[in-house]
Structure formats: structure tokens, C-alpha cells
């Protein structure tokens, strides 16, 4: 990758690197075991919001149990296929995560899902 000028600038001065070639040379540095847990985490954090468990008085205007369930079973497949990789602390903690979002899920909805039928529960297994 190149640096970029500004124009005008003379060959050397001014130059800095391409901000694609930082975020590459960055994320290099970065253990795979750790990209893969601050995913899980993103991906934790967006299905407890739309299992409604998002804290304040407007916590319940972002429940979308349509969404939660896709976001739930996007980690479910990210955790299940990770976890031997990843080693015992790591994997326990995202797998308890996963089965606490399991579990909210199915108390939010109205009317929950056959067991083994929930979100994610294909690749876990039925969490009731």
C-alpha cells in the first residue's frame, strides 16, 4: 500500500500512511482469540438490546425478538465453532453468554419456541 500527499507536496514531506494499511498492520497484532471474543461480545450486546435487556425507561422500545434471534444464532455458530480453539476460560464465558441470551429470549417471547427449536439452539443443543 502507498502513502498518501496532500497535492502539492514534494516526494517525502508531508506523507502519511494509508489508514487501510494502518487498520491492516494494526489488526496483525491482534490474537485471533481475542478478535473472535470482541465479536461474540458486539454480537451479545446487540441481542441483549433486542431481548429487551437494555437498561432505562425506553429499554423495551428496542425489543425485536426477530432480530435477537438472528443475532443469537450468528453467535451461537461463531461460539460453537471457535470454542476449541479458543481454550476453557474463553469458551465457558462466551458459551454462559450464550445461554443467558438463550434463556432471555425465550422469556420474552409470548409464546417460546418448541425445546431445542430457539435461537442458536440447533447448534447447542435445547436449553430448557
Known sequence: MQSQTTPGDAPGA????DPSELAARDIADVPAAELITTAAVHLMSAAAVKCGLAEGPDAADHLDLAEARILITALAGLVVTSAPDLGGQHARSLRDGLRSLQLAFREASDVPDEPGKG???RLTGSVV
Not at 14 to 17: A, C, E
Request: charged share 30%; no cysteine.
Open 119 to 121: 435461537p442458536g439452539e
Open 14 to 17: 508531508g506523507t502519511r500512511p
